[in-house]
């Protein structure tokens, strides 16, 4: 069975503070692709990040960072310096077995930046 | 240009009535997908086209009918609903159903059903 569990329900931090979200994906597939979502208070899912089992090499685009870990079955998000922009809710996602476009969400975790 | 626009953007309809969602794209992705979504949770996945065929649907009541009329356009068709299907449906689109295929999100038709 495949699984994203994102223990973190809500967290709120102070702007320019660091924070990190925590993903956790169970699957038994040798090859699969890992995602993360912003979704704003607009409603519109913005697509942030995608890796595959391949690679794990971490990776940083501006103040966000990821580190993935097949080891642990982790795939984790920073936000280093955050800011108020970055208060939303945030979906990691795993690829299906099969070829079919479905993924699997975990529950979400919203941020609160506060100013 | 990553743009899926949704219209409208807000819909309140009475359980008699009929309605539709549109999405559009013009990435030239062969895959859209229609999704329910209830506050604070994640997004289910509802339909699946493919190259213009239905590939997916995951036990949808039949109360809500999808159409693909060409690869840019992707409708929801909504007849005889219940006020417990008010939600936030988003529309996605991607280049393939490929695993490695992420999905571009539209802004989303909030419904309310009365």
């Known amino acids: 069975a495949q699984k994203v569990t994102q223990a973190q329900t809500e967290i709120s931090v102070v702007e320019k503070e660091d924070v990190t979200l925590d993903c956790v994906y169970e699957t038994r597939d040798t090859t699969y692709y890992l995602f993360w979502y912003k979704q704003p208070p607009s409603g519109e899912l913005v697509f942030l990040i995608r890796r595959n089992s391949f690679d794990e090499q971490n990776e940083i685009s501006g103040r966000y960072s990821w580190n993935f870990q097949k080891s642990t079955s982790s795939f984790n998000f920073t936000i280093t310096a955050s800011q108020v922009v970055d208060s939303a809710v945030y979906f990691c996602?795993?690829?299906?077995?099969?070829?079919?476009?479905?993924?699997?969400f975990g529950q979400g975790t919203t941020l609160q930046v506060k100013p | 240009d990553t743009e899926v626009t949704q219209t409208p953007k807000h819909l309140v309809m009475g359980m008699t009535n009929k309605k539709s969602l549109k999405c559009e794209q013009h990435?030239?992705?062969?895959?859209m997908y229609w999704y329910k979504q209830k506050a604070k949770k994640p997004p289910e996945l509802m339909f699946v086209?493919?190259?213009?065929?239905?590939?997916i649907n995951e036990s949808v009541p039949s109360r809500f009918s999808p159409e693909c009329p060409n690869s840019s356009l992707l409708n929801l068709h909504l007849h005889a609903l219940q006020p417990e299907d008010s939600a936030l449906y988003l529309c996605?689109?991607?280049?393939?159903?490929?695993?490695?295929?992420?999905?571009?999100f539209g802004p989303g038709t909030r419904l309310t059903v009365t």
């Open positions: 086209y493919s190259y213009e065929k239905l590939s």
């Open positions: 996602a795993l690829s299906g077995s099969s070829n079919t476009g479905k993924l699997i």
């Open positions: 990435m030239g992705h062969r895959a």
């Open positions: 996605a689109s991607s280049q393939g159903t490929g695993r490695a295929s992420e999905q571009y």
